[in-house]
Each structure stands twice: as structure tokens, then as C-alpha cells.
């Protein structure tokens, strides 16, 4: 592979040093450069001296994390409420690093320990035929380099006025395609034309998609989608008969059965110094700054990866398919310290889109398991995606050469007004108010998976709410339309630009521990009194009662889908420990109405066999801890190719699964998300769209946690206009009185 520049997310290149010996102050600390070098070390020593591989090429390289007994043992945190920690018992650092045979194909695993000051391989072997580890930042960059230097790519772009070095392309996994051998990794390849440095190039999308071969560094397909045309009753009808797609053998241009297209031209641009040549776009004038000023600093702290914050405590770590993990997080409740979540971080999503004719099926990327959220982290800019005081912490990930690239500022910490907490006023003469303003502390990155961005906060509030928000930006994935082109699956957003209707759906995964390892999950549904209006019990008729189900067995009910008309919800409750007044279950609630969806795809389609995740709202599964780990990945540990459901995937999981998931350790996958029907309005840059998914507790604590939080008086705060509207009483002081 040609040398290729850093990703525009990397900071550094870390270069190779001597291995030193290893020492964390969390177990679950995520691996530093250092170690990421001394694990690629090791391999390279190990494949040398006991396989036939001659060159290899890194793709992963990341902790395993220690049995979660051992992790709370080292932390002093208890297994079941009131009781004692377990004595802690020495824990060994572990790795696990996917690579690439370059010269004879293949991917491998392997496992390696530290102990006695050195990485040693423990196990090392290639994986199933079909198994592809997730496309690294290089690959997607070289990609680009493929498809430009491919001769019938230069004369296809000719031919419609682009010239080689206008060629632009994203690279993206193959999606589902079986014309090709299981074993051979693949790239789709959407391209661009690109006029001038720097300018948007999706403005300019050309008429066909190519595919490449990753290892052999070459195009191997170009497949070009037929097109619509308008019939005489206004319908829209397909150039050709069927939305299958022609076998390799033949001609795919032939086959579409329409004439090129060319690249619409006019600009759509975003930067600031490229606006300036539209003659139409004149820059706001009218915003006045607004600061965000602590003059007291921070009212968090850090301890390497470990945050405090009011009474929350939590671990802070960085994975390169993850993203932001958090792990251990407790809260101080009056002196008690109590657990309530062992791990919290998205675990794959999925984006299909709706436009039935080929190859545009093949478009449906699962973001996190084929190229993954730490690997695409931005380096964050003070005062641009974070504003305030702001701390950062690195993130690290593997290069092909086995050297560590790092995102200096890849995640962000500080905090935020998040506007009033609780309020009342006694609304008699003479009576008297208070009003409590809520602070909330926010844990966020953002990624960059080549077209779009994905802003993920983690927001934990002083009443002990904890709140995943996903904000959606960046630019529309489109195609080229036809002069007058009629897109019945999506919206022509520009002149000739058309953006297929999508899906975003996110598997967040929760790994509880409320009050201790061992949990249930009770549903909830909200249902009117049986008894008819008129009747002795409801005579007014307008009665209506909760009704509860514990969830018991994998199998019957591991997987759950969301009632609208019943107002479901869900609890995750440890029945061990009972509020003292209501007499019910300490418990978090799950709020994720906002974020619920069906995946519109049919259940047997490409993307939903491959995404099992997002056929239900929740699955509950008992954990079961290996040595690669806990179970993660709810499409399967390797995503890229494949055709069917993973055994190792949420969906086989509940199937083949037994036995009870009340009062275990168990893992929950949430699915939210949104259906993204494009507008006019989101080109060139797609203004934010929110998902939330929120976590709040319900006969948890004793009464509101937050009443211990002091009233508001905030002395910057001032009338708008002078002598308008002045404050009430002195200094403004008006929010307790």
C-alpha cells in the first residue's frame, strides 16, 4: 500500500520506543501508545517464528477488559447491596489485535497477556472465511488513491467532463453482495468530482459506483444504477425490468439501459472562505458574543481516566469501535456509594437506505463494527465543539504499521446550564419561591464516517438522571439525478443532486449494575381499568393501571418490542433492595419513546438479516464473560461481509440462549433511532437532529436527590436593555425569596 497522510482526526504519529513494563491505575484503562507498540512487537516476533506469514498488516488493537468480579474487587465495589467487596485478586493485563495477512490473504486474532514485564502471544489463529475485521482509516483513505489511478475510471470520468485529478471517492464497505468470493475484501467506492481544493464534492456526485479490492489494491467492478423515467400517468418506471443485479459477466453500463450523466456543476459550499465568492451569501452580522465563564473553575475532577463529578464517579475510556466507554459509574447517595452502571457505550448502528434498484441496496454501513467511532474520533476544538473550561482526553488506535496514531483532544468534559431543575412558588399572598438551576456534566466526541457526523453526548444530571444523546450532522450521502429525474425513494435536495430516504438505528449497550451485578428487568405497561364507564369500580371511567411483567427467560423474553397504545416502558431493578416507603424495587427506568423505530427494510432483507439488532426496542441477555471479554457486539465481532445472522450476534443470542435472566448479570441492547426523509433544507450541510435515550431513577433514592442543590444567584446575569425590564430586588437575587 502507497504511504498515505494521516487522517485529518489524528494528531500524532506515535513512534516505536523501547516496550516498558506496564502499569495502569485503572483496570480498565484503555492500552497507551506505548503498549500498542510493544503488543504489535510481540506479534510480529510471534508470526516470524511460528507461522508462514510474511507480512501483516494491523487493523485492532485493544484491551480486553478483566472479568468484571476481579475489576470491582480491585474497586471496592460490592456484588449485591449492603454487602462487602470480594477480596481483590491480581489482575493480568490482556490485548487482542486483529491483522491482515497481506501477501496470502487472511485475517487473524490474537490474544496476548502481560506478565513478567513482557506480551506474550497466547493464542493466535485465523478466523472463519467471510470474517473481515473493520476497515481501517488507511484503507478508506487508499481507497480514494485506487479508484483515481484505474484507468477505465479515468476514461468513464472523461467521458463526462472530470478529469483524473477531480476524481474524488468514499470508500465503504461492500454492504451485501455475493457476486464475489467470501474471502476477498472489498470496498464500494462512491465517487465525486471535486473542482477546487477544499470545495464540497458531494455537490458534484458522478453516475456510478466502483468496487475494489482492498489487499490486491485494484478495481475490480463498476456498477452503474439504472435510472427513472417519468410514464404517461405520472408514475415513475426503472430503465430496466428488475432491481437485481446484473451478473459480473456482463456490462453493467449496457445493462442499466439509460445514457451518462454528468455531474451537476454549481457549487455548494460550507467554508467560510469559499462563501465569500457567492455572490448571494452575505454572513450574519447581528450575533453578539456569549461566553461561557467560570471564574471559580471546574466542579469536576480527574484522576487520570476517572471522573468525579457532584456525586457521581465514573471511568472514562476510549475504543477504537466504541468510541467513549464508560465503565463503573456510582453515585455518592449520602455517604453510600452505589453502583449503577458497569459499562455504557454505543455498540453498533446501522444506516439503510430505501432506494430498491442496484447497487444502492449495498448502501447500509454499520458505522461502529465496519469502521468504528474511535477510529473516525475528530481532535476537537476548544471554543468550537466544546465551549467553557474544558478538559480532553486522548484517543488511540492502531496503524497498519503497528504504530499508534492519537487523537490529542478526542473526547471532551465540562459542564453545562441545562436550565431549571426543580421550581415552586407558593402562589398565596406573601408567598414564598424557590427556584434550583440544574448543572449537568457532559462527556462527548464526534466522528466523522466520511459524508456524516455523529456528536455523542453523555449527559449526567445533579437528580441522578443520565441522559445518551446522538446529535446528526454533515452532508447528505446522494447521487446524481437526471434533468427532471423523477426519485421516488428519495428528494432532489439541489439541481440534479437526489438523496435517498435512510434510517439511522443505534444499539446502545448497557451493562447495569443498580445496586449491585445481579438485575432484573420488569416491563411496564400503562392500560385503562377493564371496568366500563358506569361500572361500581369505574364509575367516572376514568381509571387506568400499570401492569408489570418481570422478564425471566432469554428465550420467551429476551427480546421486546415497544407498545405505543400501551405506553411501555421498562425498568432495570435489583429486587434485592426495596424504597422504604413505596415498598418497590430500586430501579433505573428506560425513557427512549422519543428515539423508537421499526426498521423499514423487510425482515428477511439484506440489511435485516446482517442487523438483527434493529428488529426489536430491547433485548436482555445474560452476560457471559470469555476470554475475549463480555458479550459486545450485537451484529457480531467481525461486521464488514457478512451475509447472514452471526452466531455471535443479540438475535442468536435470545434464540439459542437458556435458562433465566432474573436476579443475573445481564447485558441490554436499546435500539433508537431516526428515519431521515431528506429536505432541501439539510443541503449543503445537514443541520443537527437529535436521538436521546434517558436513564432515570425510580425508587432509587430515598426522596429528590437534588434537593440538597443551592438555589440561583447568579450575579453576571443582567436586565437585556437598560432600564427595561429590571431585575427584581437587589442584585437580582430572585430565585429564593
Not at 451569501?281 to 473553575?297: N, W, Y
Not at 427480546?559 to 424504597?579: G, K, L, P, Q, Y
Not at 426496542?617 to 461481509?641: A, C, F, H, I, N
Amino acid at each position: 500500500m502507497a504511504p498515505s497522510a494521516s487522517p485529518a482526526t489524528a494528531t500524532t504519529v506515535h513512534r516505536a520506543v523501547p516496550a516498558k513494563p506496564t502499569k495502569f491505575k485503572h483496570p480498565l484503562d484503555p492500552l497507551t501508545p506505548d503498549e500498542i507498540n510493544a503488543v504489535s512487537l510481540a506479534i510480529r516476533l510471534y508470526t516470524t517464528a511460528n507461522t508462514p506469514i510474511k507480512a501483516v498488516r494491523f487493523i485492532t488493537c485493544t484491551l480486553i477488559p478483566p472479568p468484571k468480579k476481579a475489576v470491582l474487587a480491585a474497586l471496592g465495589i460490592p456484588l449485591i447491596p449492603g454487602g462487602q467487596p470480594e477480596a481483590p485478586t491480581p489482575i493480568v493485563r490482556k490485548a487482542e489485535s486483529d491483522f491482515l495477512d497481506v501477501v496470502d490473504g487472511g485475517t487473524y486474532n490474537a490474544i496476548l497477556s502481560f506478565e513478567d514485564g513482557t506480551w506474550n502471544v497466547d493464542t493466535c489463529g485465523l478466523v472463519a472465511e467471510g470474517s473481515e475485521p473493520q476497515i481501517s482509516p488507511e484503507e478508506l483513505a487508499f481507497c480514494e488513491h485506487v479508484v483515481r489511478r484505474d484507468p477505465t475510471v479515468q476514461a468513464l470520468a472523461k467521458e463526462v467532463g472530470v478529469l483524473p485529478e477531480q476524481i474524488y471517492a468514499d470508500g465503504w464497505a461492500i454492504g451485501y453482495d455475493d457476486r464475489f468470493p467470501k474471502h476477498t475484501r472489498l470496498q464500494q467506492a462512491f465517487v465525486f468530482a471535486r473542482y477546487s481544493e477544499h470545495e464540497n464534492l458531494y455537490a458534484h456526485p458522478l453516475d456510478f459506483v466502483v468496487v475494489i479490492d482492498s489487499l490486491a489494491e485494484k478495481v475490480v467492478q463498476i456498477d452503474f444504477p439504472p435510472i427513472y423515467k417519468r410514464t404517461k400517468d405520472g408514475s415513475a418506471e426503472l430503465s430496466v425490468s428488475s432491481t437485481e443485479p446484473c451478473a459480473l459477466s456482463e456490462d453493467s453500463f449496457t445493462e442499466s439501459k439509460r445514457e451518462r450523466i454528468p455531474p451537476p456543476v454549481k457549487s455548494f459550499d460550507f467554508l467560510p472562505d469559499l462563501l465569500q465568492s457567492d455572490p448571494n451569501h452575505k454572513p450574519r452580522d447581528d450575533i453578539k458574543p456569549l461566553h461561557v465563564l467560570q471564574p471559580e473553575g471546574v466542579s469536576f475532577s480527574m484522576d487520570g481516566n476517572v471522573l468525579e463529578w457532584q456525586k457521581w464517579k465514573m471511568h472514562i475510556g476510549f475504543s477504537h469501535r466504541e468510541g467513549i466507554a464508560l465503565s463503573t459509574i456510582t453515585y455518592n447517595d449520602d455517604g453510600e456509594i452505589r453502583p449503577i452502571m458497569y459499562r455504557l457505550s454505543l455498540a453498533e448502528m446501522v444506516v439503510p437506505y430505501g432506494a430498491p434498484e442496484f447497487p444502492h441496496p449495498r448502501k447500509f454501513a454499520f458505522d461502529s463494527g465496519e469502521y468504528g467511532m474511535g477510529t473516525m474520533a475528530n481532535e476537537l476544538s476548544l471554543g468550537c465543539d466544546c465551549l467553557g473550561q474544558i478538559h480532553y482526553l486522548p484517543g488511540t488506535y492502531v496503524t497498519h504499521s503497528g504504530t499508534p496514531f492519537i487523537i490529542k483532544n478526542a473526547i471532551c468534559i465540562h459542564e453545562e446550564d441545562a436550565g431549571v431543575l426543580w421550581k415552586h412558588t407558593d402562589y398565596r399572598p406573601g408567598g414564598r419561591h424557590q427556584t434550583v438551576r440544574s448543572r449537568r456534566l457532559v462527556v462527548s466526541m464526534v466522528c466523522t464516517l466520511a459524508n456524516y457526523e455523529y456528536i455523542w453526548n453523555y449527559y449526567f444530571y445533579q437528580d441522578g438522571n443520565i441522559e445518551v444523546e446522538i446529535r446528526l450532522t454533515g452532508i447528505l450521502q446522494v447521487y446524481v439525478a437526471g434533468q427532471d429525474e423523477p426519485n421516488p425513494y428519495g428528494v432532489t435536495v439541489a439541481p440534479n443532486i437526489n438523496a435517498h430516504n435512510h434510517q439511522h438505528l443505534f444499539s446502545v449497550r448497557v451493562d447495569p449494575m443498580i445496586d449491585g451485578l445481579y438485575n432484573s428487568v420488569v416491563e411496564y405497561d400503562t392500560v385503562p381499568l377493564s371496568a366500563p364507564t358506569g361500572s361500581k369500580e369505574n364509575f367516572a371511567g376514568n381509571g387506568f393501571v400499570v401492569k408489570e411483567k418481570v422478564l425471566k427467560s432469554q428465550v420467551q423474553d429476551g427480546a421486546r418490542d415497544f407498545d405505543w397504545a400501551r405506553e411501555r416502558r421498562w425498568r432495570i431493578t435489583n429486587s434485592a433492595r426495596t424504597h422504604e416507603s413505596s415498598g418497590k424495587a430500586a430501579s433505573y427506568a428506560i425513557m427512549m419513546k422519543g428515539g423508537v423505530l421499526p426498521l423499514l427494510a423487510h425482515t428477511d432483507s439484506w440489511v435485516a438479516r446482517r442487523a438483527s439488532f434493529a428488529h426489536k426496542t430491547l433485548w436482555v441477555v445474560r452476560d457471559k464473560e470469555g476470554v475475549d471479554g463480555s458479550r459486545m457486539w450485537p451484529s457480531g465481532k467481525y461486521v464488514p461481509q457478512t451475509r447472514e445472522e452471526p452466531e455471535d450476534s443479540v438475535g442468536r443470542w435470545v434464540k439459542d440462549g437458556n435458562g433465566s435472566i432474573e436476579n443475573e448479570d445481564i447485558v441490554l441492547y436499546l435500539t433508537v433511532g431516526t428515519t431521515h426523509i431528506p429536505r432541501p433544507e439539510d443541503w449543503p450541510v445537514m443541520p443537527v437532529e437529535h436521538v436521546n435515550l434517558l436513564f432515570k431513577p425510580n425508587n432509587f433514592f430515598t426522596k429528590n436527590p437534588s434537593m440538597d442543590v443551592p438555589g440561583t444567584n447568579d450575579s453576571m446575569s443582567k436586565p437585556a436593555f437598560n432600564g427595561a425590564n429590571g431585575a427584581n430586588g437587589p442584585n437580582g437575587a430572585c430565585c429564593s425569596h
